[in-house]
C-alpha cells in the first residue's frame, strides 16, 4: 500500500481530535508535510482508509456579505465495529 506511513500519522492525528478536522487542519498537525502538497491530496488519501468517515459542515464568513456560509468535510476517527 502506498503512502502508508503518511497514512497511519494522518490516523493518529485524528485520534488525537476526536471531535474532527477539515483536511487543511489535519495538513497543518502533520509532523511532515514533505509527503502531501495540499488538502485535496490529503482528502484522496482519507479516501480509502478504513475506520475515517466524513461529515458536512457548516461554515459561515462574515465578511462582506451577512450569513454567507458555505459547507466543507470533517474527517473523524469512528472506532465502531473496529475489532479489538
Do not use: W
Not at 71 to 77: A, D, L, T
Amino acid at each position: 500500500m502506498r503512502k502508508m506511513r503518511v497514512r497511519r500519522q494522518i490516523e493518529d492525528t485524528l485520534r488525537a481530535n476526536p471531535d474532527g478536522l477539515t483536511a487543511g487542519q489535519i495538513l497543518e498537525r502533520l509532523p511532515s508535510q514533505r509527503a502531501v502538497s495540499d488538502a485535496r491530496h490529503l482528502a484522496n488519501l482519507l479516501r480509502g482508509m478504513k475506520n475515517i468517515k466524513k461529515r458536512k459542515v457548516k461554515v459561515s464568513q462574515h465578511h462582506l456579505l451577512v450569513g454567507d456560509s458555505y459547507s466543507v468535510n470533517e474527517y473523524y476517527f469512528d472506532d465502531e465495529g473496529a475489532e479489538i
